[in-house]
């Protein structure tokens, strides 16, 4: 049973490129979610979706961060243009549909801006 | 707006003793409270799941414990061992959301854990 999967593991940018990480959550869960983790922060609930709809996008730093989810089985997070206070590791992270359950983590993206 | 604090925030101990890893939150109205290990450079596992209506979970040699009232919740790990290196992580769902999915978490920011041998 394949777990959350992240795409890139890592990505190296430079300033004001566009960046697109992938995620593709646990098969028959309905809620998705993207995290980001630094250092000074800790980890932080950036939005998340229930039934491919977002319903808090409350944590989204900025408006150059978007996330889509055009189905169930895949999410994108966009960064437009990146900066280098972006970098950071982003998790995703996936559940159950019963509600209450645990989330299921991704291993990471680890993104460094230049 | 919830908040999550850890103490400590790093922890060091001979391998075989038992230590108690400490969790509060601000806001009592949580629907649950999960224990998460993070290994270097790696992702999160969840350890633990506790549901507000419940006082305790055990897991092997880990114990958690939520007092939902006073805003508390402790990890108790037995018998340390060397492999139980990594950070831990305490997060909290709030009752937010309830259309039949989970809610999103807050994290604290962790107890850096080493066991020497």
């Known amino acids: 049973d394949a777990g959350v999967i992240q795409s890139p593991r890592h990505e190296v940018t430079e300033m004001g490129q566009e960046v697109t990480l992938r995620c593709k959550p646990i098969s028959g869960h309905n809620s998705l979610f993207w995290y980001r983790q630094t250092m000074m922060r800790g980890l932080e609930l950036l939005i998340y979706?229930?039934?491919?709809?977002?319903?808090?996008d409350s944590g989204m730093p900025e408006d150059r961060f978007s996330a889509k989810m055009p189905n169930a089985s895949f999410s994108t997070l966009k960064i437009q243009p990146s900066e280098p206070r972006d970098s950071a590791v982003y998790f995703c992270?996936?559940?159950?549909?019963?509600?209450?359950?645990?989330?299921?983590f991704g291993p990471g993206t680890r993104l460094l801006v230049l | 707006k919830q908040e999550v604090t850890q103490i400590p925030a790093a922890l060091s101990v001979p391998e075989g003793e038992n230590l108690v890893l400490n969790c509060s939150f601000t806001?009592?109205?949580?629907?649950?409270l999960q224990w998460f290990r993070q290994d270097p450079g790696k992702g999160l596992t969840s350890l633990l799941l506790?549901?507000?209506?419940?006082r305790e979970q055990t897991s092997g040699r880990l114990n958690a414990s939520l007092d939902k009232s006073s805003g508390r919740s402790t990890l108790y790990i037995a018998a340390s061992q060397p492999g139980d290196s990594a950070t831990y992580l305490c997060a909290v769902s709030s009752v937010k959301y309830s259309g039949g999915g989970a809610d999103g978490l807050t994290f604290g920011k962790g107890t850096h854990l080493i066991i020497q041998p």
């Open positions: 979706f229930n039934n491919n709809v977002p319903i808090d």
């Open positions: 506790i549901q507000s209506s419940q």
């Open positions: 992270a996936s559940s159950p549909p019963r509600g209450g359950e645990t989330q299921y």
């Open positions: 806001d009592s109205a949580i629907y649950n």
